[in-house]
Every structure is written in structure tokens, then in C-alpha cells.
């Protein structure tokens, strides 16, 4: 699943109204009501605030308000452009300051979902996973062949010494972990060294690993 690493704002303009979006990273409801009461104080001159979140994975709570913008115009289409790009522990407000010049339900939806797409685009998005730790000893001969292996899996590296022996610590999809060791004996003729570790959460952050990923 993706959540919000770091949020982000944006603005668009539409016929002279201002759409400006915030973007937070919200693991409650408390703490998505809290941002968009910070908001409300801080854009309070603004004629709306409209907002939306999505809470938890995989059974999510949502919900989304106009503030006032005629019914499903705004925090809806904010909603609905949240879970197409499927994020979650997230929460968006969309301020407008109106600029004399009405856009109408199709425009609205538009602008507002417009601004949503604005607003993501300049946050930082996180990958979260669950993966097996997995160190490994091998001989330099078939360091190469490893190497490979790990690369063509997409598979985060942890660690890499060259000592005696070539040490890595890799991360597996817990899922796959059966099926990667088999391949590795294979590759290595059952000559490599193989430990387990504890099942943890990381994140993926622009191709970047990150292994806080309750953040």
C-alpha cells in the first residue's frame, strides 16, 4: 500500500478562483480532523475548505465534505482521485478563494480534482512492505551470479561485506522466501549460507529504501 512519506501543497487557478491543496500523512481520525481544523483557521478568510481522507488498510475508513460547494462537486472527487491512486493514512484539504466567476458542477469537479492531483504530485509518496531478512555467506565465485539474481528480483540490499567470504543481507517478499532460497542453493550448489531473520515493515521512497516505514 502507499502512504504520504511527506506532505505537500499546490495551487492551481480556475477563471480567477484560487485552488489551493495541502496534503498530510494522517494514521487516525483524530489526527486527519485536526489537520483540516488547522486548515479552517489558517485559510478562515477562504470561502470554502473542502476536504477527504482515507484511514487504514485493508478494510479503510473514508470520508469527504464540500464545505459548503454544491453536493459532490468537491470532496468527492477529492475522495474518489485518493483511492484511484490508491493511498491511504491520508488526508487532503482543498481551499478555494472565489473569484467572482461561477464554474459550474462540471467545472468544480474538475478544478477540484485538478488541485487534488496538484497537491499528491508535490508530496512524497511511500511504498509500505513487509519483507524476510535474509543474510547469506558465499564464496567470491559465485558472488557474480547472486548479484544477478538479486538485481533482476528488485530485491533491497541491506548489506555487503567482502571479507573471507562475500556477506549480504537482503530483504525478500515473505511470500517468495521459499522459492529464492531453492534458488540460491541451485545457483551455488548448495555451498551458501543461509539465516532468517524477523519479519519487519519498510518502505520504498523514490526508488529509496527506508526501513522506518511506520512512519
Known sequence: M??????????????KSRFIAHVA??????EAQAFIADMKRQYWDARHNCSAYIIGDPNPLMHCSDDGEPA???????????????????CLVVTRY????????????????????AGLEASRLMEKKEGIPLRLSLGYSDYGRIEHLIAEKSLPLLSQVFAQAVE?????DPAGLRD??????????????MQEGDSISYGIVDGELVLDAQK
Do not use: C, H, N, W
Open 72 to 90: 459532490q462537486t468537491a470532496g468527492r472527487p477529492m475522495l474518489d482521485f485518493l483511492i484511484s491512486r490508491e493511498v491511504t493514512d491520508v
Open 98 to 117: 472565489f473569484g467572482g466567476t461561477l464554474l459550474g458542477t462540471g467545472g468544480l469537479v474538475r478544478a477540484y480534482t485538478d488541485a487534488s492531483k
Open 180 to 193: 529464492l532460497e531453492d534458488q540460491i542453493r541451485d545457483m551455488t550448489g548448495g555451498q551458501a549460507r
Open 168 to 172: 549480504l543481507e537482503l530483504l525478500t
Open 2 to 15: 502507499k502512504v504520504i512519506y511527506q506532505g505537500g501543497q499546490a495551487e492551481i487557478e480556475r477563471k
Open 25 to 30: 500523512p494522517a494514521s487516525s481520525v483524530g
